[in-house]
């Protein structure tokens, strides 16, 4: 289906033959949660789910895009960067504003878009259109950008035109995913490390809650200033501690005191996280899932109990695998308050855990649970 679809419909779009054909893989986040922007460490993999883009270059300034699976299109030009009052196109339009404030020269373009990352599962479908178009536009103009450039201009495009505060992770992982692993980024330094994940007993499951509460985006903030307050305080006890990374869970502990209940628990759940995705990753090196699992579970009951960013329906999904012999680890994904839970399910089982836990969510929800299995994959590059 992907390509194919998409390279047809530009020839039936443009009457011509694309130039370039490319595919941006969507991502997960396997453990380091909240820790983006609180400088610790993430673990992210590029996922067998991408958007795939047809594009050609122009002798002007126009550029023609066409989002195949949503059927519209629009038009703008390079010299004229404005907002478009369709909210999909303003993530393309804001990787041509960021290229040209990088003060590469580019022309306009014919551009068909679309694929089969699903949409409002917290897989990262926004920055895989960020970094799959700032790649395309590197080989077509032949800019000659360093692949961390085009990381950090697809968050730009996010955070300047677009609007939204994210991290780098998403970008991140879309442009440095390696097949059968995953990538330890540093959040304050940008350094990285890929560890093996290679799973040939087991595989990775989506199980989709289909909610999203609204409280999401005001909550997020809220979670921003609490760890902000949190570590002024910390910070002022302990003179050395420039960052979470400078403070362990004794450190919180003594200086209990001197926070909020809330505010406590944030940085608890914090300095634990990034210890975790330091164990978690060490536990790779060994080849040992069943530890890593158990991360994952820790990860889960503290962003429910501690980080409180969960809801009903993911700690639902996560209980509903604490027994089942099938799961190496589960625990809610994303920023919260709805998305998908990951989990590591035996390939053997796995039809079986599917059955199961859709049948569960029904009848506790009256809902069908919609799930993904997914591999790590490469990341952006020439289809």
Known sequence: MYPENIIAKFQEQFSKEA?????????INLIGEHTDYNDGFVLPAAIDKAIYFAISPREDENCNVYAYDLKSSDTFSI???QKSDKSWANYLIGVVDELQKAGQKIKGFDLVFGGDIPLGA??????AVETGLAFALNQLYNLGLETMQMVKIGKAAENNFVGVNCGIMDQFASMFGKKDAVIRL????LEYQHFPLSLPNHTVILCNSGVKHSLGDSEYNTRRLECEEG?????????????????????VEEAKTSLSENVYKRCVYVVGEIDRVIVACEALEQNDLATFGKKMYETHDGLQHNYAVSCEELDFLVDETREDDAVVGSRMMG???????????EKSKAEAFLLRIKKAYQAKYQKDLVTYTVALTNGTEIV
């Open 19 to 27: 130039s370039l054909v490319v595919r941006a893989p969507g991502r």
């Open 79 to 81: 010299s004229t960067i």
């Open 122 to 127: 917290g897989v990262s479908s926004s920055a």
């Open 186 to 189: 540093d959040c304050r330094s």
């Open 231 to 251: 570590l002024s305080i910390l910070s002022g006890i302990y003179p050395n501690v420039k960052s979470f990374r400078d403070l362990t869970l004794t450190m």
């Open 335 to 345: 920023g919260g308050f709805g998305g998908c839970s990951i989990n590591i399910v």
